[in-house]
């Protein structure tokens, strides 16, 4: 069999393992990512806390004062996006699920 021939043999619309391990893949990168902005949120809100507590200078209270609501729209910005990827993924999901059941054959038991 020559290499031209073997790639006509490949259905590319039907899901395969490697599909749904990409998906499971992302899953994953997504929760990672969602984690890192956590991550970050909690540093920038902790930061502007410390700087409230910890200095007396005004213009320190007033970048203390700016970095808790970045830390909170860090948090929310984290999580909006954590949402979408997560319904593209679900839709991802759906739709291998449906190829793999229309290439199912019927039994006619």
Same mark, same amino acid.
């Given at each position: 069999?020559?290499?031209?021939?073997?790639?006509?043999?490949? #259905?590319?619309?039907?899901?395969?393992? +490697?599909?749904?391990?990409?998906?499971? +893949?992302?899953?994953?990168? #997504?929760?990672?990512?969602?984690?890192?902005?956590? *991550?970050?949120?909690?540093?920038?809100?902790?930061? =502007?806390?410390?700087?409230?507590?910890?200095?007396?200078?005004?213009?320190?209270?007033?970048?203390?004062?700016?970095?808790?609501?970045?830390?909170?729209?860090?948090? =929310?910005?984290?999580?909006? *996006?954590?949402?979408?990827?997560? +319904?593209?993924?679900?839709?991802? /999901?759906?739709?291998? +699920?449906?190829?793999? /059941?229309?290439?199912?054959?019927? *039994? =006619?038991?």
């Amino acid at each position: 069999m020559h290499k031209a021939e073997k790639h006509k043999e490949i #259905n590319l619309t039907e899901p395969i393992l +490697r599909d749904y391990m990409a998906i499971e +893949r992302t899953v994953m990168a #997504n929760e990672r990512t969602f984690l890192s902005y956590i *991550r970050a949120a909690l540093g920038l809100f902790i930061g =502007g806390a410390s700087f409230m507590e910890f200095f007396d200078s005004v213009v320190i209270h007033m970048v203390g004062w700016l970095f808790i609501p970045l830390g909170l729209a860090t948090f =929310g910005v984290g999580l909006w *996006r954590y949402k979408k990827i997560q +319904r593209l993924i679900l839709g991802a /999901e759906d739709i291998c +699920r449906l190829e793999q /059941e229309k290439e199912k054959p019927v *039994r =006619g038991d």
